[in-house]
T-cell receptor, first 114, second 116 residues
Framework: QKEVEQDPGPLSVPEGAIVSLNCTYS??????FMWYRQYSRKGPELLMY????GNKEDGRFTAQVDKSSKYISLFIRDSQPSDSATYLC??????????????FGSGTRLSIRP | DSGVTQTPKHLITATGQRVTLRCSPR?????VYWYQQSLDQGLQFLIQ???????AKGNILERFSAQQFPDLHSELNLSSLELGDSALYFC???????????????FGPGTRLTVL
């Protein structure tokens, strides 16, 4: 079983729709949860991060973590064609003092139709 | 533009050969990370260096090695190349060695390696 499972998509939605992207994980030691966005032919860029269970909002983006269910989500409101990209969840064990390894999900390809 | 540069952008080579990928981190960043991204495996952490010293190791094959030089640029050496090594190789950099979520990793544009 993979440490992180993410539906690869592709997911295609009309402009303005609410998008829900999800990951499940198996290792309860993961403490930090991140979402990266990767445009075609580019490197990933950090979109959002969170440490605790609950919701974190940043503009049109909301990251949600449910540690009891080992489930993380990214919601995109009022989706725009410029949001079309691959979204990768990323999880991290460890503390500030430890050398850490980020485990990435396989990514979900998202396409927003104008 | 993340400020991380990688060369070359594309590399085509044959099985059994050896190649070197180069990465220059953002100005001021002491940590460099290498990742491999393939269609079937996704983005996989290979190795991390901090200020010239190896800090963490991921799923890096013995045929692969890396180093970080005094000027903080890093090189990833891939030898005895196999068809399955064809992938995008990303370098990322961060200020601190911890690699936690508060220490954002900035990714370069990647090097696309094709092994024929």
């Amino acid at each position: 079983q993979k440490e992180v499972e993410q539906d690869p998509g592709p997911l295609s939605v009309p402009e303005g729709a609410i998008v829900s992207l999800n990951c499940t994980y198996s290792n309860s030691a993961f403490q930090y949860f991140m979402w990266y966005r990767q445009y075609s032919r580019k490197g990933p860029e950090l979109l959002m991060y969170t440490y605790s269970s609950g919701n974190k909002e940043d503009g049109r983006f909301t990251a949600q973590v449910d540690k009891s269910s080992k489930y993380i989500s990214l919601f995109i409101r009022d989706s725009q064609p410029s949001d079309s990209a691959t979204y990768l969840c990323a999880l991290l064990e460890g503390s500030y003092s430890s050398a850490s390894k980020i485990i990435f999900g396989s990514g979900t390809r998202l396409s927003i139709r104008p | 533009d993340s400020g991380v540069t990688q060369t070359p952008k594309h590399l085509i080579t044959a099985t059994g050969q050896r190649v070197t990928l180069r990465c220059s981190p953002r100005s001021g960043d002491l940590s460099v990370y290498w990742y491999q991204q393939s269609l079937d495996q996704g983005l996989q952490f290979l190795i991390q260096y901090y200020n010239g010293e190896e800090r963490a190791k991921g799923n890096i094959l013995e045929r692969f090695s890396a180093q970080q030089f005094p000027d903080l640029h890093s090189e990833l050496n891939l030898s005895s190349l196999e068809l399955g090594d064809s992938a995008l190789y990303f370098c990322a950099s961060s200020v601190e060695p911890s690699g936690t979520y508060t220490d954002t990793q900035y990714f370069g544009p990647g090097t696309r390696l094709t092994v024929l």
